[in-house]
């Protein structure tokens, strides 16, 4: 493998994973959940002293001008919130983002992918993406849960995007031995909402309990990541039928509008902004703040192992 063309960890992040301090990867697609510029970059900034607080180092991801970057500057972070264009990236686009020189923020297959490149094994977002609402009409199925069984980083979120995914993306992550751990709750978040009415497979109390959890699964030889689930904050949960019921109503202005494939979530994320008054943005913010507290103080106890 012949990386030095094509990996650029930034020097502190490096030094960080070599000396064994608590390090969380964060995906950039997250910062784009509704808000455009300057707020994404101020949502940014917020996340990184977030995890920076509570005692770990940040480390955003994301391909620039072909350059697989682990780790931003502040002004490359500012840059890329303010772009108008961007390339979306998962496993599938990052050989032809490399090649084509193309810049584009990271979902979360490709976080997992950069950061398990740069030696960590933390990384935060939102959601990750699942089996898709639609699948019974067409094949819908995140890379992220490919991703999942594949690569050894363990990602901390608060269920899949979209919440009427959650039930068949338990089953997949079953089926591909992933473990579903939720954190201080025995049931899989709904993203927006609380509680999907679906158990995780196991509930942790303590943070340590997750950690060891993650070092068994890797110290024993099994491949794979570990999905760790935290639901949103109370106060800035939503109604588990009434979000449904806009998502649906989305999904039908998707399909009328020929809206599919990678355009699909930014068009929902856009359209259940609209029709919700702007709480689904502020849901969604919730979310990633209190996710990477969690993520940092999780980095930290896996490195006291």
Known sequence: MNLKDYLYIQPEIETAVREGKPVVALTTDSLFCGITWPQNFEFAKKVQKIIEDAGAIPAFTAVLQGILMVGLTLQQLENLCSRKERMRISRKD???????????????????????????????????????????????????????????????????????????????????????????????????????????????????????????????????????TSPIADGYAMDFDFICKQIADGLESAQQHQIHGNHLVPYLMEYLSQHTNGETVSANLQILYKNAKLAANLAQEYCHL
């Open 94 to 228: 990052i050989p032809i983002a490399v090649a084509c020189r193309e810049t584009g923020t990271t979902k979360v297959a490709s976080g997992m992918i950069l950061a398990s490149l740069a030696g960590i094994r933390i990384l935060v977002t939102d959601g990750i993406g699942g089996v898709g609402i639609t699948a019974q009409n067409r094949l819908d199925i995140s890379a992220d849960l490919q991703e999942l069984t594949r690569t050894p980083v363990a990602v901390v979120c608060s269920g899949v995007k979209l919440v009427a995914n959650s039930n068949p993306t338990l089953e997949y992550l079953e089926t591909m031995g992933i473990p579903v751990v939720g954190i201080h709750s025995k049931m899989f978040p709904a993203f927006f909402c609380q509680n999907s009415g679906l158990e995780v497979d196991y509930s942790v109390s303590h943070l340590w309990e997750a950690a060891q959890i993650i070092k068994a699964k890797w110290d024993i030889g099994l491949q794979g990541g570990v999905v760790l």
